[in-house]
């Protein structure tokens, strides 16, 4: 197993910059989820990593290797797509069984044991002789990861393995996944645009924006302290709620707290200064409570989840707000909202710059 490092690297296709300048360590024996909207480079990282693209610029290591010019085969790389190539007249086994028969150096036992090892994880034991066109497309993309594992290749990737699979497959696949990563800690990076997949399967995430990386943490840092406020946005179901804020003395005003709060770090003056709180972090009342403001309820929604989303006008903003229970406010009435400035987040020019002490108290 080996750290993955991208050292200033650069992709352009014609006038196109997929990739700008990046610069990160992707951690040995670590799941790293690529995570970002459609076109923002995380395919084209993989690629590149694997060796599928050359880099326009820049370099990128295996451990202290430098994989430059070096073809695919020559990577010690597995790969995991959204449509693997299977072979339907092989049985399950016989598919994982492919790469280690290439495996000159191992034993009949060491490939049998790989292979049993593989189908314990994946819980696939019983099927090991169905043939691959009798299995479903979640099976499919499980014989897919095991076969890719069992090679004990120094890194495993996975191109949104789960794009084609049904929800209620998606789910056991991840599961499937997280047993395969937590019991073989191999070095993996998992590409998804499903923050989902993402926040259940990485020890680490890095957020791509635009060819760079946005963020780079664990996820729940990555969930509760974003970097920038398209990090707030783009994670959660909805994202983040973004107000003014205002500096003022000791600290800064928001239409969502009743009077100043006291922050850790400064908001600098003659800059636009926005604040950041998720949906959840949002309390609704009938009845106004020290701390509230009042506000204008428009509409209000189940989500997935069981819980409600609530959309409110304050001042001419509208806050969305995650709660467990109906107001007795019909649309257009008022309700009071309070928010908890221990988890709000300051920003200036899209970058998270201050926040609320822990237990943090309005400065009065």
Same mark, same amino acid.
């Given at each position: 197993?080996?750290?993955?490092?991208?050292?200033?690297?650069?992709?352009?296709?014609?006038?196109?910059?997929? &990739?700008?300048?990046?610069n990160a360590v992707f951690e040995d024996g670590a799941v790293t989820c690529l995570l970002g909207p459609s076109g923002?480079?995380?395919?084209?990282?993989?690629?590149?990593?694997v060796g599928l693209e050359t880099q326009t610029s820049g370099r990128i290591l295996f451990g202290n290797r430098d994989?430059?010019?070096?073809?695919?085969?020559?990577?010690?790389?597995? $790969?995991?797509?959204?449509?693997?190539?299977?072979?339907?007249? @092989?049985?399950?086994?016989?598919?994982?069984? !492919?790469?280690?028969?290439?495996?000159?150096?191992?034993?009949?036992?060491?490939?049998?044991?790989?292979?049993?090892?593989?189908?314990?994880?994946?819980?696939?034991?019983?099927?090991?002789?169905?043939?691959?066109?009798? @299995?479903?497309?979640?099976?499919?993309?499980?014989?897919?990861?095991?076969?890719?594992?069992?090679?004990?290749?120094?890194?495993?990737?996975? %191109?949104?393995?789960?794009?084609?699979?049904?929800?209620?497959?998606?789910?056991?696949?991840?599961?499937?996944?997280?047993?395969?990563?937590?019991? @073989?800690?191999?070095?993996?990076?998992?590409?998804?645009?499903?923050?989902?997949?993402? $926040?259940?399967?990485?020890?680490?995430?890095? !957020?791509?924006?635009?060819?760079? &990386?946005?963020?780079?943490?664990?996820?729940?840092?990555?969930?509760?302290?974003?970097?920038?406020?398209?990090?707030?946005?783009? !994670?959660?179901?909805?994202?983040?709620?973004?107000?003014?804020?205002?500096?003022?003395?000791?600290?800064?005003?928001?239409?969502?707290?009743?009077?100043?709060?006291?922050?850790?770090?400064? !908001?600098?003056?003659?800059?636009?200064?926005?604040?950041?709180?998720?949906?959840?972090?949002?309390? @609704?009342?009938?009845?106004?409570?020290?701390?509230?403001?009042?506000?204008?309820?428009? %509409?209000?929604?189940?989500?997935?989840?069981?819980?409600?989303?609530?959309?409110?006008?304050?001042?001419?903003?509208?806050?969305?707000?995650?709660?467990?229970?109906?107001?007795?406010?019909?649309?257009?009435?008022?309700?009071?909202?309070?928010?908890?400035?221990?988890?709000?987040?300051f920003y200036a020019d899209g970058r998270r710059i201050a926040a609320v002490p822990a237990g943090g108290q309005h400065?009065?």
């Amino acid at each position: 197993m080996v750290d993955i490092v991208i050292e200033n690297v650069t992709k352009r296709f014609g006038t196109f910059t997929a &990739i700008d300048g990046m610069n990160a360590v992707f951690e040995d024996g670590a799941v790293t989820c690529l995570l970002g909207p459609s076109g923002c480079g995380k395919t084209t990282l993989m690629r590149m990593i694997v060796g599928l693209e050359t880099q326009t610029s820049g370099r990128i290591l295996f451990g202290n290797r430098d994989m430059s010019g070096l073809p695919p085969r020559k990577r010690n790389a597995g $790969m995991v797509f959204q449509y693997p190539v299977m072979y339907q007249t @092989l049985s399950v086994e016989e598919n994982i069984a !492919l790469p280690l028969n290439q495996d000159k150096s191992l034993s009949a036992a060491e490939r049998q044991r790989r292979i049993d090892e593989v189908l314990d994880v994946l819980d696939m034991r019983d099927r090991r002789k169905l043939f691959i066109g009798d @299995l479903d497309a979640g099976s499919r993309q499980k014989v897919a990861v095991g076969r890719a594992v069992a090679r004990r290749s120094d890194i495993v990737l996975f %191109d949104e393995p789960t794009t084609n699979v049904e929800v209620q497959a998606k789910l056991l696949l991840i599961r499937a996944f997280k047993l395969v990563t937590q019991r @073989l800690k191999q070095t993996i990076i998992y590409v998804t645009h499903d923050q989902t997949e993402a $926040m259940t399967l990485a020890d680490k995430v890095a !957020l791509m924006r635009n060819g760079r &990386i946005e963020q780079y943490d664990k996820p729940a840092n990555l969930y509760n302290r974003p970097a920038s406020d398209f990090a707030g946005w783009f !994670l959660g179901n909805p994202g983040m709620n973004f107000v003014p804020a205002r500096a003022v003395a000791g600290g800064a005003e928001t239409l969502l707290t009743a009077g100043p709060l006291a922050l850790e770090g400064a !908001l600098e003056g003659g800059k636009d200064f926005r604040a950041g709180i998720r949906p959840e972090h949002i309390g @609704l009342s009938d009845e106004a409570r020290p701390g509230s403001v009042p506000g204008t309820l428009k %509409d209000i929604n189940v989500s997935i989840a069981g819980r409600f989303i609530a959309r409110v006008t304050v001042d001419g903003q509208d806050i969305k707000v995650k709660t467990d229970r109906v107001p007795a406010a019909r649309r257009g009435g008022q309700v009071h909202l309070f928010a908890d400035p221990a988890e709000m987040s300051f920003y200036a020019d899209g970058r998270r710059i201050a926040a609320v002490p822990a237990g943090g108290q309005h400065n009065r």
